[in-house]
């Protein structure tokens, strides 16, 4: 499994796809989460009773930093759409699932939706870190599968 990250990112647009993909979901995620400010000035602050909060915020950005490029590079290299599937629906639910913070997102769902957007966000603010624990294991396991797939894939035969 190994080989088959090592084959992936011994390219450098693979390499820079992961750093783009990593720095975007955490500050992205971040923001959502209110652990970036940008008024009066720009603040990056994480309190000490939210730590576990920011740091399954970087596992998620990490893992889908991981598995997206290797996806691409399967799609790319292997040109088999229908067996890759599962790969891609595995990142974005895991990246989504990541992404359940509602923070300052969450008034604008309650105005728009009602008591369905209150109760949605009650629901997502409340179990935010067991969904984000379940999208790190969603993504573990699109990255197994993946890595599995291109080391039974790439084999010379």
């Known amino acids: 499994m190994a080989n088959a990250v090592t084959l992936v990112f011994s390219s450098y647009r693979y390499v820079t796809l992961a750093f783009a993909i990593f720095a975007s979901m955490l500050f992205l995620l971040s923001m959502l989460s209110e652990y970036v400010f940008f008024e009066p000035y720009f603040v990056f602050h994480v309190?000490?009773?939210?730590i576990i909060a920011f740091s399954l915020i970087v596992a998620v950005s990490t893992l889908s930093a991981l598995v997206i490029p290797l996806n691409v590079y399967l799609v790319n290299t292997l040109k088999k759409a229908r067996r890759?599937?599962?790969?891609f629906l595995g990142s974005i639910l895991g990246a989504s699932a990541g992404a359940c913070s509602c923070g300052p997102v969450g008034f604008t769902i309650i105005s728009t939706f009602g008591t369905a957007g209150g109760?949605?966000?009650?629901?997502?603010t409340t179990y935010e870190i067991p969904l984000r624990i379940i999208s790190i294991g969603i993504l573990g396991y699109v990255y197994y599968s993946t890595t599995k797939s291109l080391s039974e894939s790439c084999k010379i035969s």
């Open 47 to 50: 309190a000490h009773d939210s």
């Open 84 to 87: 890759v599937s599962g790969g």
């Open 119 to 124: 109760v949605a966000t009650a629901f997502l």
